[in-house]
């Protein structure tokens, strides 16, 4: 899917413009500050409106609210709070069999899945690993971790809230540290071994080499980007909440391909290798969209509600979408039918 996304012909000049403009100028935040000074960064998901009606699929009732949603096969964990845990199901269609309920400390950031199926949650003082078995375990005295993932070689990568990077073995010993952003929200490991950073204050997109001392190319990310999910082997999308667009991203430099408006305050993003579309959650409509990238500029194929604030998404392997609900409504499961392209 990603050669179809990054395909020259389909990519405006002006974005590859921008995006070169901004890579040979952007190598320190403080670069980044001094472009320009608009408000921005520091996004956060948009109060949803108080009515919504979703359609089709099934909703799941999950206890509480449900921060993150990851995938892995058609194994789903569901993040929610009080009391903080990973409810983690088995998806056939649009039913759900619960399997486990994994406890999370107190305050523990948003989970993410590595590529080997293991589900990642930082914490205040390490990170909860839960194999894709079941089995928990925890890494603890590593500090504040604001967000984790693991390399395709194994290594354990933590972000601070100070902005550094720490490449960790296995077992979470320290062997480097990265710095040079704001703050560490998100890292993603692309299947091509490239890792990209989030940093949500500035919203700031970063490449990370592992054996440097500085992350960068450093990028602006929209008006205030959200989150980040994989595209393909070396590409991810963001969802730019303040300014409500779209962005796609090649990761090895980091580097702009697109940017289109979406629905309002776009915030989860979760690629659909099945339908070959990426889905964005809009916590401004109580809706999910599915846009096709494939030739240059985002071609909405589905528009459809779903549960009161869709703060998080997910795509099975088998195509089933998964959208969780903020607000206490549970998992809204689907099998969407998308639209035919306009000719």
Same mark, same amino acid.
């Given at each position: 899917?990603?050669?179809?996304?990054?395909?020259?012909?389909?990519?405006?000049?002006?974005?590859?413009?921008?995006?070169?403009?901004?890579?040979?100028?952007?190598?320190?935040?403080?670069?980044?500050?001094?472009?320009?000074?608009?408000?921005?960064?520091?996004?956060?998901?948009?109060?949803?409106?108080?009515?919504?009606?979703?359609?089709?699929?099934?909703?799941?009732?999950?206890?509480?609210?449900?921060?993150?949603?990851?995938?892995?096969?058609? +194994?789903?964990?569901?993040? #929610?709070?009080?009391?903080?845990?990973?409810?983690?199901?088995?998806?056939?269609?649009?039913?759900?069999?619960?399997?486990?309920?994994?406890?999370?400390?107190?305050?523990?950031?948003?989970?993410?899945?590595?590529?080997?199926?293991?589900? *990642?949650?930082?914490? @205040?003082? @390490?990170? #909860?690993? #839960?194999?894709?078995?079941?089995?928990?375990?925890?890494?603890? =005295? *590593?500090?504040?971790?604001?967000?984790?993932?693991?390399?395709?070689?194994?290594?354990?990568?933590?972000?601070?809230?100070?902005?550094?990077?720490?490449?960790?073995?296995?077992?979470?010993?320290?062997?480097? +540290?990265?710095? @040079?952003?704001?703050?560490?929200?998100?890292?993603?490991?692309?299947?091509?071994?490239?890792?990209?950073?989030?940093? +949500?204050?500035?919203?700031?997109?970063?490449?990370?080499?592992?054996?440097?001392?500085?992350?960068?190319?450093?990028? +602006?990310?929209?008006?205030?980007?959200?989150?980040?999910?994989?595209?393909?082997? =070396?590409?991810?999308?963001?969802?730019?909440?303040?300014?409500?667009?779209?962005?796609?991203?090649?990761?090895?430099?980091?580097?702009?391909?697109?940017?289109?408006?979406?629905?309002?305050?776009?915030?989860?993003?979760?690629?659909?290798?099945?339908?070959?579309? #990426?889905?964005?959650?809009?916590?401004?409509?109580?809706?999910?969209?599915?846009?096709?990238? @494939?030739?240059?500029?985002?071609?909405?194929?589905?528009?459809?509600?779903?549960?009161?604030?869709?703060?998080?998404?997910?795509?099975?392997?088998? =195509?089933?979408?998964?959208?969780?609900?903020?607000?206490?409504?549970?998992?809204?499961?689907?099998?969407?039918?998308?639209?035919?392209?306009?000719?």
């Amino acid at each position: 899917m990603h050669r179809r996304v990054l395909r020259r012909s389909g990519v405006p000049a002006a974005l590859i413009a921008l995006a070169i403009g901004l890579t040979a100028c952007s190598s320190s935040t403080s670069e980044l500050e001094e472009q320009d000074r608009v408000a921005q960064g520091n996004a956060a998901p948009a109060e949803s409106p108080q009515v919504s009606d979703p359609i089709g699929g099934e909703i799941i009732p999950v206890p509480g609210s449900v921060r993150a949603v990851v995938a892995t096969g058609d +194994r789903v964990a569901a993040q #929610v709070e009080n009391p903080p845990s990973l409810e983690l199901g088995r998806v056939d269609g649009t039913s759900w069999s619960a399997e486990d309920s994994v406890p999370l400390p107190a305050g523990a950031g948003t989970a993410s899945t590595a590529h080997d199926g293991t589900v *990642l949650v930082p914490h @205040g003082d @390490g990170v #909860v690993l #839960v194999s894709p078995d079941g089995g928990a375990r925890e890494l603890s =005295g *590593l500090g504040p971790v604001s967000a984790a993932a693991l390399t395709l070689d194994g290594r354990l990568l933590t972000g601070t809230p100070g902005g550094e990077i720490v490449v960790r073995d296995a077992d979470g010993a320290e062997h480097h +540290r990265i710095d @040079g952003l704001t703050s560490v929200d998100e890292i993603s490991v692309s299947g091509d071994g490239s890792v990209t950073a989030l940093s +949500r204050p500035d919203t700031v997109i970063a490449s990370v080499d592992l054996e440097a001392d500085h992350a960068g190319p450093l990028l +602006r990310a929209g008006r205030g980007a959200g989150l980040l999910d994989e595209l393909g082997e =070396g590409s991810v999308i963001a969802s730019d909440t303040v300014g409500g667009t779209l962005l796609v991203y090649s990761t090895s430099p980091v580097r702009l391909h697109q940017q289109f408006p979406v629905a309002s305050a776009p915030w989860a993003v979760a690629e659909d290798p099945t339908r070959q579309v #990426v889905w964005v959650a809009s916590t401004g409509t109580n809706t999910i969209q599915a846009y096709d990238l @494939g030739d240059g500029v985002g071609m909405l194929r589905a528009d459809i509600p779903t549960v009161r604030q869709p703060d998080s998404l997910a795509v099975t392997k088998s =195509g089933t979408v998964v959208v969780g609900s903020a607000d206490g409504a549970g998992l809204h499961l689907l099998r969407p039918t998308l639209t035919e392209p306009a000719s």
